[in-house]
C-alpha cells in the first residue's frame, strides 16, 4: 500500500528555533519526495524538494534530510519565525509530480 | 503568470443536490489533477489528466463523480447526487513538463 506516514501532528515552537517533521514511506519505488506548505484557504504550494540520489538539500532556513535505508525523511525549519506558522505536507510520487501521495500534515506554530 | 483559477471558492448544497466545479490550469500546463482534502488531512487525487485523457482516475467514485476536461485546458468536476460526507476542500492542480505540481486555493463544499 502506497502510504505516506507523517509525525506530529501539530508543533509548538519558539522564534528563533528549529522546527523538525519527521516522514515515512513504505513503496521503495518513490523517487521523488516534496514538502508543501499551506496556509488556511490557500492550496498546497511546493517549498522544497529531494531525490534518493543525495541524503540531504537545504534552500534558506529549509532543509530536507533524506535516509533511503531507514524509508525516512524529514523537514527542518532553522530560525522559525511566526510567518512559518502553516500546515506542512510531506509526499512521495514514483513519478514527479505525476502521483503524489501526501502525508496527514502538520500544523506548526511559531510563538513570537 | 496566472496561476490555477478555481471556482467557486465555497459552495453551500443541500444533499442529493448536483454540484460543479471548475479549474482552469496554468497555461501550457498538459497535465492536470483533481485532489480531495478532507478536514485536517493530505490531499488524496481524485483524477489526473494528460491533455483530454483521463489517465488515472482509479480513485473517483464513478457512481457520483465525474470529471471532463474538454478540449484539455478548463476542467470541470461534478457530484451527483451529493452526500453529506462530500463535505471537503476539492483542489485542482496542474503541471508541465518535468515541473512541480501548482495547486490552486480550491473550492469548499458543504453538503448540509
Known amino acids: 500500500q502506497q502510504q505516506v506516514k507523517q509525525s506530529p501532528q501539530s508543533l509548538i515552537v519558539q522564534k528563533g528555533g528549529i522546527s523538525i517533521i519527521n516522514c515515512a514511506y513504505e513503496n521503495t519505488a518513490f523517487d521523488y519526495f516534496p514538502w508543501y506548505q499551506q496556509f488556511p484557504g490557500k492550496g498546497p504550494a511546493l517549498l522544497i524538494a529531494?531525490?534518493?540520489?543525495?541524503s540531504e538539500k537545504k534552500e534558506g532556513r529549509f532543509t530536507i534530510s533524506f535516509n533511503k535505508s531507514a524509508k525516512q525523511f524529514s523537514l527542518h525549519i532553522m530560525d522559525s519565525q511566526p510567518g512559518d506558522s502553516a500546515t506542512y505536507f510531506c509526499a512521495a510520487s514514483r513519478q514527479g509530480a505525476q502521483k503524489l501521495v501526501f502525508g496527514q500534515g502538520t500544523r506548526l506554530t511559531i510563538n513570537p | 503568470e496566472a496561476g490555477v483559477v478555481q471556482s467557486p471558492r465555497y459552495k453551500i448544497i443541500e444533499k442529493k443536490q448536483p454540484v460543479a466545479f471548475w479549474c482552469n490550469p496554468i497555461?501550457?500546463?498538459?497535465?492536470l489533477y483533481w485532489y480531495l482534502q478532507n478536514l485536517g488531512q493530505g490531499p488524496e487525487l481524485l483524477i489526473r489528466?494528460?491533455?483530454?485523457?483521463?489517465?488515472?482516475d482509479s480513485q473517483l467514485p464513478k457512481d457520483r463523480f465525474s470529471a471532463e476536461r474538454l478540449k484539455g485546458v478548463d476542467s470541470t468536476l461534478k457530484i451527483q447526487p451529493a452526500e453529506l460526507g462530500d463535505s471537503a476542500v476539492y483542489l485542482c492542480?496542474?503541471?508541465?513538463?518535468?515541473?512541480?505540481?501548482?495547486f490552486g486555493q480550491g473550492t469548499r463544499l458543504t453538503v448540509v
Open positions: 529531494i531525490r534518493p540520489d543525495v
Open positions: 489528466y494528460e491533455n483530454e485523457e483521463a489517465v488515472d
Open positions: 497555461s501550457g500546463h498538459n497535465t
Open positions: 492542480a496542474s503541471s508541465g513538463l518535468n515541473t512541480e505540481a501548482f
